[in-house]
């Protein structure tokens, strides 16, 4: 088992040194230790299915990568995975965590989707990367790589959104808070990621309220 975690670890890490500071092997192995910390709390789930899918749960966004790039990736990661005698039952259940992990992907679910211990983990794992202190370093780092403005109080907030509105949202970086970190608290699935939650979230309002006072001139 630990021998495919750490391998996989490696080829991760490699893949991801290109991408912007919010989304390199960093954020990768954050999440890769809460989703550990979470299973040995919840005592839920396939450990190397948690981890993997942790490992491997940025290898497929549409934000970095082409429909054709994707394609050629998951044949290349199903064989690293056949020739590290990962069995089929856990492939499959690796795949499905892989496919449906992530805040856009949830949005198209309807109420007959079917959640996966391992998905719940992973799923709690990542979010929780998006809430507290290193949540608005991210922002503000990723922000700046796609050219966004830090705030601009003309723009409102979404007040529903889809998948297709989540991925096009061109918003600001404070505009983020409001259309998807400060929400996510309320989103999370296991006991142990809620309590962590609390802190987190309680932080970034502080961070948004005093930023608010800042750019009104009142403190």
Request: charged share 30%; proline share 1%; glycine share 4%.
């Amino acid at each position: 088992m630990e021998s495919v975690v750490a391998n996989t670890a490696d080829i991760v890490r490699k893949e991801l040194e290109w991408l912007c500071s919010a989304h390199d092997f960093y954020h990768i192995e954050r999440v890769w230790k809460l989703a550990r910390k979470i299973y040995f709390e919840e005592k839920r789930g396939d450990l190397m299915v948690i981890e993997l899918g942790a490992l491997l749960h940025e290898s497929f966004d549409d934000k970095f990568y082409t429909k054709e790039q994707m394609k050629e990736k998951r044949m290349m990661l199903e064989k690293f995975l056949q020739d590290e005698w990962l069995s089929e039952k856990r492939l499959v259940q690796l795949f499905y965590v892989i496919d449906n992990v992530g805040f856009g992907k949830s949005l198209e679910r309807g109420a007959d989707f079917q959640m996966t211990p391992e998905l719940e983990i992973v799923e709690d794992a990542d979010r929780l990367e998006a809430i507290g202190a290193i949540a608005v370093a991210r922002t503000f780092a990723y922000g700046g790589k796609m050219k966004r403005a830090i705030h601009d109080p003309t723009i409102p907030s979404l007040e529903a959104m889809d998948r297709e509105s989540y991925k096009n949202n061109t918003g600001t970086s404070i505009q983020h808070f409001y259309d998807k970190l400060l929400k996510l608290k309320d989103l999370l699935h296991t006991s142990t990621a809620k309590e962590i939650a609390i802190e987190r979230h309680v932080f970034m309002e502080k961070f948004l309220e005093q930023f608010h006072a800042e750019w009104n001139g009142e403190v």
